[in-house]
Structures are given as C-alpha cells and as structure tokens.
C-alpha cells in the first residue's frame, strides 16, 4: 500500500523582472502562509521575506524558480506542490 505524502499547493505572482539586473520579484502563498521574495538569478540569490514561516518555502521554491525561471512573466501566475503540509 502507498504511503500517503502530504502535499500543500504554492501559488507565485510574479510582480517584476528585468533580465539587465538578473532579477525577478514576486509572491508566493501558501496555506495561510504569504511571502515576498526577490530572485537574483545570476547570483543563485533567493531572498524571502517575512521570516515567519521562510524555512517551510525557501528551498521548494528555490527550486521552482531555478526549474522555471526563463518561463516566468510578469503578472504571470504559478503553483508549484510542497511536499509537507503547512
């Protein structure tokens, strides 16, 4: 029988991205969690904030934007799954 894994649904909202400074901004919800976040790309810099919560999202997404950033537009809305339940 498979195990049951949890899973929480993230929804971005891209707000802004300029490829001159390597850069896209954002947020990100998540159960009744919500965030900021700055992606400095060339750097491999993910900067999230508050810090309330920051640990149950930096990683996942991290790899969401590093999988997706190229395909990522302003105004432009994603999910992405968490495998936990937040």
Excluded: H, N
Aim: aromatic letters at 14%; one cysteine or more; charged letters at 25%.
């Amino acid at each position: 029988m498979a195990k049951f894994l949890p899973e929480t649904t993230a929804y971005v909202t891209i707000t802004q991205q300029s490829w001159q400074q390597g850069r896209i901004v954002g947020e990100v919800r998540a159960a009744d969690y919500e965030w900021q976040f700055q992606w400095c790309f060339r750097r491999s810099l993910l900067i999230v904030e508050p810090s309330l919560g920051r640990a149950l999202i930096q990683e996942p997404l991290g790899r969401f934007l590093e999988r997706s950033d190229y395909q990522l537009e302003p105004g432009g809305d994603y999910t992405f799954a968490i495998r936990a339940e937040l």
